[in-house]
């Protein structure tokens, strides 16, 4: 494996992976980055199951409070009761557990398409489209390459992003 940073001039790739396959497959990766700018880090999945989360939690509390308020009312069989309790809590406590999952990743993914929304703002300032490699977009964009075989090079953005090229 071959690390290759774009901010150390003085890296010399010491093998016989020349720096011209490196060139053109970092030119792929920016070109396909920049193609899928506007997929990247959807939310509205998530957010559709948040909502859906939140209203079967609504759901549950409501019939977890007309349980309670029966039991008062009514005399209940205790075990029967505690049961059906037990039972509604837990599907409360389970929607809850993955309602926070659910918005952890959604406020992840937000965080990540900011921080690649500058890193595509880069990419659009460019003059035209990405046809040959630029050692400015390469600066600009790139923390480093990785070169593991002539075959398998990646590239790891500024974003943190890392794609094979």
Known sequence: MIKFCPFRRRNAIKSQITT?????????????????????FGTAE?????????EEM??????IEQCVAENARVALDQTEYQKKYDGLAGRFNRAKGRLSEVSQA???RQAKR????????????????LTEFNEDDWYS???YATVYS????RFTFKNGMEIKA
């Open 20 to 40: 011209h396959p490196i060139k053109a497959a970092g030119t792929a990766a920016l070109c396909w980055v920049f193609s899928i700018k506007d997929t990247l």
């Open 46 to 54: 998530l957010e559709t199951e948040r909502l859906r989360l939140q």
């Open 58 to 63: 609504n759901v549950v509390a409501e019939l």
């Open 106 to 108: 959604i406020t992840e």
């Open 114 to 129: 900011e921080k690649i929304g500058r890193f595509v703002s880069a990419l659009e300032k460019r003059d035209g489209p």
């Open 141 to 143: 964009l790139v923390e």
């Open 150 to 153: 002539r075959e398998d090079i």
